[in-house]
């Protein structure tokens, strides 16, 4: 979802600009623009529909546009079609630029009464009336910081700003409300971006807006006002985010490079946290301690591939630690009213940190009175872990794939974490926890055995070539990871797949099935399997292709219109966890046949920073 890059220096900032741009792609975007002050005073810019390559080369063609202050967006339409017109930046009477991320809500009242004031609009964005605001603001107010302080107390929404002004050419002013934004700090220039991802090649050193701050930035200083228009100091963080672990190496795709990654991210979201047979109590923080004693249930709330990971942890909490869990998606949540059980801890599951639902969803359990939150989170330096009262990051490392894959593992094996915690103070006996610990610490080793299933993957894949539809069946835990195979397999090869709790079968979605219509059953080796193994039994006799993952234990065995593909046998604790990584895989090589881009999938954005 838009991504913004901006800079003020003593040389040209053109070059820190794109190579920024390229490094926040992976959030997805449909066109790419960007506005630079030239030593004129000029505001010079330049936009394009489709790659920041194809931007990157426009610029290049053009030796006038330098500037030594500028600003930079990708954009994923919300307002208007992916047009060079709707791309940013917005440019107002050759005197402001800004460029925007997220969504302002009352656009169509503040385009009515500009419309009025004279102002002209070349675009169909939400956009466009902020900087006509700030032009006007500008003309009422002193400067371009005071300008844009008034500004964003018109606006209702979510946003993250950048503007520059050709009448102040020593100053970059920039404002966060719902939508993120960190400061780059250099030595003799300084940067913004949407994330610390952008500008790690420049610096390590990073102060990260809080909602509300509005801030001026110039070659060598930093103000900060906060939504009440006082000066405030904000700490400087450093980050430890490598380079390289951006790069794309001797992969492909990041999405396969990813789901290679699972073995080491896993081992990562695991040290130093166990000692021993043992979770050691310090892995959620020193306050912890106090607030799981008091709990008696939980209220995940998350999106997409992170909802699901929520929802295998609802079987592990009331399964294995006597915990109840309710399990909500954030856009669900947000909208309805809820009776707030005493004692509840809210969860919250996210890869980026920086989902808008995920967010307003949060806020809004602290606003009707959940008292506790706990964030699962992979980004350290996100909005969401600086609004959770706990967090438990998961190392799985910048995920740039827009497919979720080494996040969910990750987010699964920090859950399990949560399991034990509170199930220490419930249902969990010691034996139980030193056989979840062993398990655990087995999975580097049992997800590189299935990650060898590849080959045997990328030969079933073909089956799917010319299909339309797939069905993906999975029963109790397994019911969610077949949710996720048939998310994956949606998303970046656009098959329609649905997933249904395998029981489900004769009350409807049977109707469906056909030779069109490939069957993918997960079958380990635990009590519901016979149930499975009827159920397949009901597919085979309508003429459905199945395709088992199935652990050698089940006895599922190969046969005409029967693929089986055994999977090394696990532990039922942590078979959804293995089931998952041949689901990736297969959903990875059928969008290679096909020819997608698998990893900036059509309409899809990594980080939804709009509702
Ligand atoms: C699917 C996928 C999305 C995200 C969802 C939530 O592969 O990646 O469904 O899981 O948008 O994102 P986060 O986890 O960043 O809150």
């Not at 970059?172 to 400061?183: H, Y």
């Not at 050193?205 to 000066?231: K, Q, S």
């Not at 299933?453 to 539809?469: C, Q, R, S």
Request: charged share 25%; with cysteine.
């Amino acid at each position: 979802m838009c991504g913004i890059t901006a800079g003020i220096s003593t040389s040209d900032v053109t070059g820190t600009l794109l190579e920024g741009l390229k490094r926040l792609e992976y959030r997805g975007y449909d066109s790419a623009g960007l506005a630079l002050l030239n030593d004129k005073g000029e505001i010079l810019r330049k936009r394009s529909t489709g790659r920041v390559a194809t931007l990157e080369e426009e610029v290049s063609k053009d030796k006038e546009l330098r500037g030594n202050v500028g600003i930079a967006h990708t954009r994923w339409a919300t307002h208007g079609k992916p047009t060079e017109n709707n791309a940013h930046p917005h440019i107002c009477n050759e005197t402001v630029g800004l460029v925007h991320n997220g969504i302002i809500e009352n656009h169509e009242s503040l385009r009515a009464s500009q419309e009025k004031l004279g102002y002209r609009f070349t675009s169909n964005t939400d956009t466009e009336v902020i900087v006509h605001q700030v032009h006007h603001n500008l003309e009422l107010y002193d400067d371009l910081f005071s300008a844009l302080q008034q500004t964003v107390k018109e606006l209702e929404g979510a946003y993250s700003l950048a503007v520059i002004s050709n009448l102040e050419p020593g100053n970059l002013v920039v404002a966060r409300q719902g939508s993120p934004l960190v400061i780059g700090l250099c030595e003799g220039e300084n940067y913004i971006a949407s994330d610390v991802s952008a500008l790690i090649s420049k610096t390590r050193n990073f102060i990260f807006l809080e909602e509300g701050d509005v801030a001026r930035i110039t070659v060598d200083d930093v103000d900060i006002v906060d939504v009440n228009g006082n000066y405030v100091e904000r700490k400087v963080h450093q980050s430890k985010l490598s380079s390289d672990s951006v790069e794309l190496g001797e992969y492909r795709h990041y999405m396969l490079k990813e789901i290679y990654e699972q073995p080491t991210a896993v081992s990562d979201t695991l040290e130093g946290r166990l000692s021993g047979n043992h979770l050691l109590a310090a892995t959620f923080g020193h306050e912890a301690d106090e607030i799981f004693n008091t709990i008696n249930s939980v209220q995940i709330i998350a999106c997409g591939t992170s909802y699901h990971a929520g929802l295998v942890a609802k079987y592990w909490l009331e399964g294995l630690a006597g915990v109840a869990a309710s399990v909500e998606v954030a856009s669900e949540f947000r909208y309805r009213s809820h009776v707030v059980p005493e004692n509840c801890l809210v969860i919250t599951i996210s890869q980026s940190g920086e989902t808008a639902d995920t967010l307003a969803a949060l806020k809004y359990a602290k606003e009707i009175g959940f008292k506790h939150s706990l964030c699962i989170c992979n980004v350290a330096e996100s909005s969401l872990t600086r609004e959770s009262d706990m967090v438990l990051l998961t190392h799985a490392g910048p995920e740039i794939g827009v497919a979720s894959t080494k996040a969910f593992t990750t987010q699964l094996i920090a859950l399990m974490q949560v399991v034990i915690a509170l199930g220490q103070r419930n249902a969990l006996t010691n034996e139980l926890e030193e056989r979840i610990v062993r398990e655990l610490r087995s999975l580097p080793v049992k997800i590189s055995e299935a990650l060898e299933l590849d080959a045997k993957i990328t030969k079933i894949a073909e089956k799917f070539a010319n299909k339309k539809h797939a069905l993906f069946l999975g029963r109790g835990t397994h019911y969610p990871i077949a949710m996720e195979g048939a998310l994956k397999l949606k998303e970046i090869s656009y098959i329609h797949a649905e997933a249904y709790p395998a029981g489900e079968l004769k009350h409807g979605p049977l109707a469906l099935i056909d030779e069109e219509v490939p069957v993918i059953a997960v079958a380990p080796n635990n009590e519901l399997l016979e149930k499975l193994k009827s159920n397949i039994q009901e597919v085979r006799a309508r003429g459905g292709e199945l395709i088992v993952f199935a652990d050698p234990g089940t006895g599922c065995k190969q046969e005409d219109g029967l693929t089986v593909i055994e999977v090394a046998p696990v532990d039922d604790i942590i078979a959804p966890i293995i089931f998952t990584i041949p689901l990736q895989l297969l959903a990875y090589r059928v969008a290679l046949i096909k020819g997608t881009d698998v990893d900036k999938p059509r309409n899809l954005a990594k980080s939804v920073t709009v509702e």
